[in-house]
């Protein structure tokens, strides 16, 4: 329903201990059966106690998490894609945005049981952003000049600023000028971490 980026939890001792614990012996044992792993690993983790533990794993980018660390990153995407086929990944200095982002779903009521398809959502079409927002479209299609929702997960608005409560009031202002009533998204996204702040 919703993430932001950069995470809140993670410092360097608890990265140290993803990487050792989780990262290293699956790209170990990739190699010791001889099918070296190159791609995305999308570790999806439990920390508790400062400790790690793996719940999953996908080989695809999952959004909105995607959609939160892309915006920040400054390093061309298509860079790193074309230094891991070229085995010149280690060499490549990645660098990323200092600033935070959050990213809010949009679904279609319901979800996710019973949801209406083919509801116009008039106001996305026509939306002027700022270079700093983004919406990303997820279950939408165009007909006649016109957007549509078409799916569950319909849209995702997207801010990024220097401060998180920032990026959470511009990506929650998004959703209200766009206004569509057959949706809902959650009013929550980040706030624990904001309010550890204040």
Sequence with gaps: MGAYSPSAIINKNLEKKIIKKIIEPTLLYFKKKGHPYKGILYAGLMIIKNEPF???????????????????LKTDFLEIINATLTNKLSSLNVKWRKQKSICIVVCANGYPGKYKKNDEIKKLKNLNLKKNNFIFHAGTYIKDNK????????????????KLLNA??????????????????????????INKKK
Excluded: H
């Excluded at 957007?147 to 220097?162: C, E, H, P, Y």
């Excluded at 209200?176 to 996204?189: A, L, P, Q, S, V």
């Design 54 to 72: 793996l719940i999953e794993y996908n080989v695809r980018m999952g959004d909105p998490e995607c959609q939160t660390i892309l915006t920040r």
């Design 168 to 193: 959470r009031v511009q990506a929650l202002n998004l959703i209200k000028r766009i206004g569509w009533k057959k949706g809902f998204y959650r009013n929550d996204i980040g706030w624990r971490t």
């Design 147 to 162: 957007i549509f929702s078409n799916g569950g997960r319909v849209f995702n608005a997207l801010s990024v600023s220097n």
